[in-house]
């Protein structure tokens, strides 16, 4: 199973971005999906997941701007951002595992990240 990152990119605060985590190789049904992120000089830190059944989850200080979402059609997830900060500039990556989970080592396969850059 293979995940691709994408919809990342420079973005003035208060601003929108869509990011897609597209799984190939295996059917997402399967799968819980979660995004993580990483900015310099700061650990991998949680940001939102999803159930298999659908069911999203959020770190509390996204809780909000966040909306993370599934479509099994497209083996693609969805984390569409809003209100954007500079502190949310980091490296976003996708994981996808059995359960939607904070525990990034609970994921079986990740994809290379992409960069979110905002700028104040």
């Known amino acids: 199973v293979q995940l691709q990152a994408s919809g990342g990119g420079l973005m003035q605060a208060g601003g929108s971005l869509r990011l897609s985590c597209a799984v190939s190789?295996?059917?997402?049904?399967?799968?819980?999906v979660g995004w993580f992120r990483q900015a310099p000089g700061k650990e991998r830190e949680f940001v939102a997941a999803i159930g298999r059944s659908g069911r999203p989850y959020y770190s509390d200080s996204q809780k909000g701007r966040f909306t993370i979402s599934r479509d099994n059609a497209k083996n693609t997830v969805y984390l569409q951002m809003n209100s954007l900060k500079p502190e949310d500039t980091a490296v976003y990556y996708c994981?996808?595992?059995?359960?939607?989970?904070?525990?990034?080592?609970?994921?079986?396969?990740w994809g290379q990240g992409t960069q979110v850059t905002v700028s104040s």
């Open positions: 994981a996808a595992g059995s359960t939607a989970t904070v525990v990034a080592d609970a994921y079986y396969y």
């Open positions: 190789g295996g059917s997402l049904g399967y799968y819980a």
